[in-house]
């Protein structure tokens, strides 16, 4: 089972859009587990993102926020999340 390793930009965006939202912290917690579980369940609507991130994938959370992250052996890195068009920037 892959690891999640959170990075810094993550951690702190993830905080503040969960903020004063308790069932998005839920989902978040979920969506989480899941993508520890396997990052391409298709519930996640996993995809791999072109261009310069083209070394990254992206999923979602809910229907107009994506978490973005890179794939290692048994590590999943969790890079950013935020709205589509945030996260594709």
């Known amino acids: 089972m892959p690891k ?3 990075k810094k930009p993550f951690v702190r965006k993830a905080s503040k859009i969960t903020k004063n939202s308790p069932p998005l912290t839920a ?3 979920k969506t989480l587990e899941t ?3 396997n ?3 298709p519930s996640l609507k996993t995809h791999k993102l072109f261009g310069n991130l083209s070394d990254r994938y992206a999923c979602s ?3 107009d926020i994506r978490i973005t992250f890179k794939l ?3 590590t999943v890195h969790l890079l950013n999340i ?3 068009d945030i996260v594709y920037d």
Do not use: V
Request: hydrophobic share 30%.
């Open 27 to 29: 989902k978040l917690s």
């Open 72 to 74: 290692s052996d048994d």
């Open 39 to 41: 990052p391409f369940t």
């Open 82 to 84: 935020g709205s589509h």
């Open 35 to 37: 993508l520890r579980d």
């Open 4 to 6: 999640l390793n959170f």
């Open 61 to 63: 959370l809910t229907e």
